[in-house]
């Protein structure tokens, strides 16, 4: 079974075929993407390569094409490519039908908040990898942002994170419960969010800010 290319292919269809909608027109951005993604690729493929070389999570060969590279199966690498692409097209569609950003002025609490919890949760569980790597990323990145000025965008980041949620809790809720993806909780909390482990919402967290935050910047008007 191709269990996990077709869950790849599942994020990517929805927003590509409306990629073309004449309000979004989001085709028209694609270039404003590229430099968000490549970025992103540059620090998570090393991320996600050495943690399935220790075995922090891994995957199963069952539901995989079986070509890998550097302990990363090809699927893999398209997650990294199809995430970030819908997570933009969400982002842009909220900027097309939503012109109020509701979340905008709270923005800024709601980033030192967030650091707050990812440092709490650093020093109290820092002999769990995954929960003291993916915890200091956020934190540093969104201090990066908070301190260069540059977070008119969080507002939307936020929403887009919270709309992104539901098909989260679906899509990888599939990879983790067959699994596709398993993971040692003994580099985690330890917390399940039905199959998911809660530190990916700190993972993914991290992982949309720099695509997200470059496409903002690029097309901001």
Same mark, same amino acid.
């Given at each position: ?84 692409? #819908?997570?933009?097209?969400?982002? #842009? ?92 909780? #003994? ?10 482990? #809660? ?23």
């Amino acid at each position: 079974m191709y269990t996990y290319l077709l869950v790849d292919l599942a994020i990517l269809a929805f927003p590509l075929a409306l990629s073309f909608d004449k309000k979004v027109a989001f085709h028209t951005k694609w270039k404003y993407i590229w430099q968000g993604i490549l970025l992103n690729l540059v620090i998570f493929l090393p991320w996600d390569s050495a943690f399935t070389g220790l075995e922090v999570w891994g995957f199963n060969a069952d539901y995989l094409l079986g070509i890998s590279w550097f302990h990363l199966p090809l699927e893999e690498y398209l997650f990294f490519l199809v995430v970030p692409y #819908a997570a933009i097209f969400i982002y #842009a569609c909220l900027e097309a039908y939503f012109p109020k950003d509701i979340l905008y002025r709270p923005r800024k609490s709601i980033a030192w908040g967030i650091v707050l919890l990812c440092l709490v949760l650093y020093f109290v569980h820092d002999d769990h990898l995954y929960t003291a790597v993916a915890t200091l990323y956020l934190s540093f990145m969104l201090l990066v942002v908070l301190i260069s000025g540059k977070h008119h965008f969080l507002g939307r980041f936020f929403m887009t994170f919270l709309v992104i949620s539901i098909p989260f809790l679906i899509f990888n809720g599939i990879l983790t419960s067959l699994p596709v993806v398993w993971y040692d909780d #003994a580099e985690n909390l330890g917390i399940r969010i039905f199959s998911i482990p #809660a530190d990916d919402l700190i993972y993914n967290m991290g992982m949309l800010l720099i695509p997200l935050g470059m496409y903002a910047r690029f097309t901001r008007k």
